[in-house]
């Protein structure tokens, strides 16, 4: 019913950027929050920003001042620009949308995008 299709996942070197994106497409009535998170392997999955439809955000310390959410409302899109990437960030970077349907408030995940930062 909803899908979440995450891009721009890739191989770059510390100290590089990338653009994550995430289109949210399906039957909806509206999107409320969305959220990137990630997931090295053998590690707990992390939250590393959110962002509310107003565009008010919030970020883990981890990533404060690198990494910046941001939303297009129109498109049912949201970003993840990550800048001075640190082989620390590598991981699976997962979005995830609260959207309404009928009513109701529903979670849904993508299928993930992955991000490898060399040293």
């Known amino acids: 019913q909803v899908q979440l299709v995450e891009s721009g996942g890739g191989l770059v070197q510390a100290g590089g950027s990338l653009r994550l994106s995430c289109v949210v497409s399906?039957?909806?009535?509206?999107?409320?929050?969305m959220e990137w998170y990630r997931q090295a392997p053998g590690k707990q999955r992390e939250l590393v920003a959110s962002?509310?439809?107003?565009?008010?955000?919030n970020h883990a310390d981890s990533v404060k001042g690198r990494f910046t959410i941001s939303r297009d409302n129109a498109k049912n899109t949201v970003y993840l620009q990550m800048n001075s990437l640190k082989p620390e960030d590598t991981a699976v970077y997962y979005c995830?949308?609260?959207?309404?349907?009928?009513?109701?408030?529903?979670?849904?995940w993508g299928q993930g995008t992955q991000v490898t930062v060399s040293s």
């Open positions: 995830n949308s609260d959207v309404m349907i009928q009513g109701k408030q529903y979670r849904y």
């Open positions: 399906g039957s909806f009535f509206s999107i409320n929050g």
């Open positions: 962002i509310t439809r107003a565009g008010s955000t």
